[in-house]
C-alpha cells in the first residue's frame, strides 16, 4: 500500500441531489483488521431510503452511503490470521454478529452504510472476524451482491424449514426475491412469484419461477396462489413489501411460515389474528443473518453455482444513476458499480 488517499462519494443531506465526488485518507487497518480494495458495491432498497431520510431520520451527513461491496485484501493487520493479502473478500452488513442471535447494541449500531460507514470508496478497513470469503464461482460484480439480499433470502428460507417439494412465495423481481427464488430451487422447493411486469414475468420462469402472478391485475392474489398449490397454499412467504402481509397470510399453508423481511410497500401491516392462531402460521422478523449463516449460504452457492441476477453496471463515477433507477423500481435484479 503506497496510496494515502482515496475516491469515496458523500452524500451531504437528506436525498439522492446532494451525493458528490470527494478524497479521503485512506484508512488505516489495526492489528485485528483488515484493509479491503473495493472492485464492486451493490445497492439495497435499505440504502435508498437510508439516503433519502426515511428509515433513519437521526442520520449525519455528510456520510459516505452504501453496505454491500467485494473486494480484495490489500493490507492485513499483524493479529490476522483468517486472510491474506489478494484474498477475495465481503464484509458483512451487521458486524460483530458470528452466530445465533446478534447483541442488540451490535444490531443498531453496527451495520455497514449507517451507523458504520458505509463501502462508496475505494478501500475500508473492517474487523478480519466480520469479512467472509467471496464464493470461487462469482466475480467480483456478483459477490458484491450477497451480504444483504442474499443472506436475508438464504435466512428466510432456512428459518422457514425449507425443504423439497416445498412452495416458497416471493413478492417482485429486486434483489432479494430474485435470490429467495434460486436459492429455494436450488433446494428442490417450487416457487410462486408475483410482478407486474410481463417482461419480468418471463424472465422470472427461465430462473424457474413455477407460477407467476400479476399483482396489478390480481391485487387480491392469494386466491390465485392457492389455485396455484391445488388448494394447499405455500410453505414460506418471503415477505419483501410489508404491507401486504394479509394478504400473505391468506396464501400460506397449515403450519406454514412468513418471513417479514423487508418494508417496500410500507412500514406498517393490518393484520388479521385468527387466520394465524387456526392455521397455526408462524410469522418471524428476518434480519439479514450472521456471518455463519454467510458462509453457509457462500458453499451452496459454489455446490450449486448459483449466480446472481445482475440488472446494471455503473461505473462509480456515475453513482448517482444507479440510485435513480432503483428509485424508478425498473430493475430485474441487482444494480451493482464498478471501481
Do not use: C
Amino acid at each position: 500500500m503506497t496510496s494515502t488517499t482515496m475516491r469515496a462519494i458523500t452524500l451531504n443531506s437528506a436525498g439522492l441531489a446532494d451525493l458528490h465526488m470527494t478524497t479521503l485518507a485512506v484508512p488505516r487497518p489495526g492489528p485485528d483488521e483488515v484493509l479491503i480494495r473495493v472492485k464492486a458495491a451493490s445497492i439495497n432498497y435499505r440504502d435508498l431510503v437510508v439516503m433519502k431520510g426515511v428509515y433513519k431520520p437521526d442520520i449525519g451527513f455528510p456520510f459516505v452511503p452504501l453496505s454491500d461491496a467485494s473486494g480484495e485484501v490489500a493490507e492485513v493487520g499483524s493479529a490476522v490470521s483468517r486472510f491474506r493479502v489478494g484474498d477475495r473478500v465481503i464484509p458483512t452488513f451487521i458486524q460483530g454478529w458470528y452466530g445465533g442471535l446478534p447483541i442488540p447494541e451490535r444490531r443498531a449500531n453496527w451495520t455497514l452504510g449507517w451507523p458504520r460507514t458505509g463501502v462508496l470508496q475505494e478501500f475500508i478497513v473492517v474487523p478480519a472476524d466480520d469479512a467472509v470469503l467471496a464464493p470461487r464461482n462469482l466475480n467480483h460484480f456478483e459477490a458484491s451482491t450477497l451480504s444483504i439480499a442474499g443472506v436475508t433470502a438464504w435466512s428466510a428460507l432456512r428459518a422457514g424449514n425449507i425443504k423439497a417439494g416445498d412452495w416458497v412465495l416471493v413478492q417482485g423481481t429486486g434483489g432479494v426475491s430474485l435470490f429467495a427464488l434460486q436459492l429455494a430451487r436450488s433446494m428442490g422447493a417450487r416457487v410462486v412469484l408475483l410482478t407486474s411486469n410481463e417482461e419480468k414475468a418471463a424472465r422470472a420462469v427461465s430462473l424457474g419461477a413455477d407460477h407467476v402472478i400479476d399483482y396489478r391485475t390480481t391485487p387480491e392474489w392469494a386466491a390465485a396462489v392457492m389455485s396455484a398449490t391445488d388448494g394447499r397454499g405455500v410453505d414460506i412467504v418471503v415477505e419483501t413489501a410489508g404491507n401486504t402481509l394479509s394478504e400473505s397470510l391468506k396464501a400460506v399453508a397449515f403450519g406454514g411460515f412468513v418471513g417479514v423481511v423487508g418494508f417496500l410497500g410500507g412500514f406498517s401491516a393490518t393484520v388479521g389474528i385468527v387466520p394465524m392462531i387456526e392455521r397455526m402460521i408462524r410469522v418471524e422478523g428476518i434480519a439479514v443473518g450472521s456471518r455463519n449463516q454467510f458462509e453457509a449460504m457462500n458453499r451452496a452457492i459454489e455446490a450449486h453455482d448459483i449466480v446472481p441476477v445482475i440488472d446494471s453496471v455503473t461505473p462509480f463515477e456515475r453513482a448517482a444513476e444507479a440510485f435513480q433507477r432503483m428509485e424508478a423500481g425498473k430493475h430485474f435484479g441487482k444494480m451493482v458499480i464498478e471501481f
